[in-house]
């Protein structure tokens, strides 16, 4: 039997240690990795925050004021004025372009959106320019009405059968490459008579409006222009004779706002009404197609009778009992009448007074999310 001695002891103890290192300790070290700790010990990860989802426009119980003007975006000066007027920055820009001159430009519609506005366009399938002209030549109204009617080169059939399509595949390339959306209100009083658009005028059939309507959504559809909210405006009903507005509607499919025009102080609205009596029924007999969010596109007052600042507290008393209008669109011009807000101190007052209610307080920005459905 061998003996333990202390050298023998010690050799021994030093064999167990490197043993014990190298089945418990070099394999971490050596290799820079680590033993898994077992599942019940493992870190828990908190899950990343889903993104918040972009922010509706107009806001939920919000309404936006808009603006349009002579000028439009090629001179602001009326806008602020409108604005140091009001003691508010509006959230829309209404203005026109006309089929005949204008071609696509991105600087006004930038130069719109950069002043924290959305661009909404009026686009009109017609030339302007016979308007202007019989308007210096000082003709009735009536006679200017006629005159800019008959138009025969921008017939809705001409628009359907694609006679337009180059011109109109360019403002849809255009606007796609936005990265904001545009509102585009496309032809709009086609209920009227005074346009070479409406269906009662210029050798227009009854369904050639829809027609060709559905043909300018359906080619930006098919150039991947997905930025635009579509917006349908006709007249408010002035009469018994107006034509039904469910005949002109081009779908819920095919729309996303639904406008409407209307003035006190001008034409049948001559005599004081109330914004109620100009727009009510319209709003009724547009319900019974759609649910479609509503939008004031055109209105204002003249003060013909001295009741424009009365007119003023009145409507905007009477847009909260309308729960599905989400915008309103003051015409600021000086075009016939004085429709524009400072008119006069008393007028400016009213309608500073107004807006200062915090339903139309709110900021517009580019990411925002049409609002293109009734509020839950």
């Not at 971490?28 to 509706?56: L, M």
């Not at 320019?129 to 009617?149: H, M, N, P």
Request: aromatic share 12%; hydrophobic share 40%; with cysteine.
């Amino acid at each position: 039997m061998a003996r333990l001695t202390l050298p023998r002891v010690a050799m021994s103890l030093v064999g167990a240690l490197l043993l014990a290192y190298a089945f418990a300790i070099a394999p971490g070290t050596g290799s820079g990795r680590r033993e898994s700790a077992p599942a019940d010990q493992a870190a828990v990860r908190e899950p990343s925050p889903s993104p918040s989802p972009p922010e509706v426009f107009p806001p939920a119980e919000k309404v936006f004021i808009g603006i349009a003007t002579k000028e439009g975006p090629h001179d602001f000066t009326p806008v602020d004025a409108f604005t140091a007027t009001a003691k508010h920055h509006p959230q829309v820009m209404l203005f026109g372009s006309g089929w005949a001159t204008d071609t696509f430009d991105r600087t006004l519609f930038d130069a719109v959106s950069g002043r924290g506005m959305l661009p909404m366009l009026a686009w009109e399938p017609w030339d302007y320019r016979l308007d202007e002209q019989a308007r210096k030549k000082g003709a009735a109204r009536g006679t200017i009405d006629r005159l800019r009617s008959r138009q025969p080169d921008y017939r809705l059939s001409h628009i359907t059968r694609g006679d337009f399509d180059d011109y109109l595949r360019s403002w849809a390339e255009g606007i796609k490459a936005l990265d904001y959306p545009v509102a585009i209100r496309f032809a709009h009083e086609m209920n009227g008579n005074w346009y070479p658009w409406c269906e009662t005028a210029n050798g227009n059939q009854p369904g050639d409006y829809v027609k060709a309507w559905r043909h300018l959504h359906d080619l930006f559809k098919a150039a991947g222009t997905t930025n635009v909210i579509w917006v349908w405006s006709p007249n408010a009903r002035w009469d018994g004779s107006t034509p039904k507005l469910s005949a002109l509607y081009p779908g819920d499919d095919y729309v996303d706002w639904i406008g409407i025009s209307g003035y006190y102080g001008m034409g049948a609205f001559s005599k004081y009404r109330s914004f109620d009596a100009i727009f009510k029924e319209t709003i009724g007999e547009i319900r019974a197609f759609s649910a479609k969010p509503l939008v004031i596109t055109e209105t204002a007052a003249s003060d013909i009778a001295g009741r424009k600042a009365e007119w003023i507290t009145e409507t905007f008393r009477s847009l909260p009992e309308h729960e599905g209008i989400i915008g309103l669109i003051w015409f600021e011009v000086n075009k016939e009448r004085d429709w524009r807000i400072v008119s006069s101190p008393a007028v400016s007052a009213a309608f500073a007074q107004a807006v200062s209610d915090p339903r139309y307080r709110f900021t517009w920005s580019p990411e925002m999310l049409p609002r293109t459905e009734p509020a839950d």
